[in-house]
């Protein structure tokens, strides 16, 4: 279904992706990035506190990564502030980036088990489509971000994977 190297490149453009945000959402003031706009998180940082958030619970089910503290209803808040933000979202993408490096294809067969908070039960589903999942997850929020960034006047940079810079790919 996936390889390893549909993941190393995924991870990367999570990273390039995560980057050119935090570039952006450093231009605005705390007030500007709490204020609610209407999205499913609410706010600029609830949503990007969110993404960090779902990416932490899911690398903590692939690796030895720490579980978040807080559920998903406390993940809108899960940092206090952007720098905080992008201090954790340096160091959950260069983790994602590391476990993509490792991966040998017997890596993504099988069902992956988990206790998930949300539907309050043990889940068991193929390694391969959560991973899929993930990488979409990352996503659909970002696209959430780009959204409210736009509606700002604030351009988020290119998110088409083919743009993603040389530098970024041939990593």
């Not at 890596?107 to 993930?134: F, K, Y």
Request: charged share 20%.
């Amino acid at each position: 279904m996936i390889t390893p190297a549909y993941c190393q490149t995924m991870a990367r453009y999570n990273s390039w992706q995560n980057s050119q945000m935090a570039a952006a959402l450093a231009q605005l003031d705390p007030e500007a990035l709490r204020q609610d706009r209407g999205a499913f998180f609410g706010s600029l940082l609830g949503t990007a506190n969110h993404l960090l958030w779902a990416d932490q619970l899911w690398l903590s089910r692939l690796t030895d990564v720490a579980r978040p503290e807080v559920g998903m209803k406390g993940s809108p808040e899960l940092t206090p502030t952007i720098a905080a933000w992008q201090a954790e979202r340096f160091r959950i993408d260069g983790r994602f980036r590391l476990w993509a490096e490792g991966l040998g294809a017997l890596d993504l067969t099988g069902d992956l088990v988990w206790h998930s908070g949300i539907t309050g039960r043990e889940e068991r589903r193929p390694l391969a489509g959560i991973v899929m999942h993930v990488f979409n997850h990352q996503t659909h929020h970002r696209g959430q971000i780009h959204a409210m960034l736009t509606a700002l006047g604030i351009d988020p940079g290119p998110t088409d994977l083919f743009l993603m810079p040389a530098a970024e790919t041939a990593r």
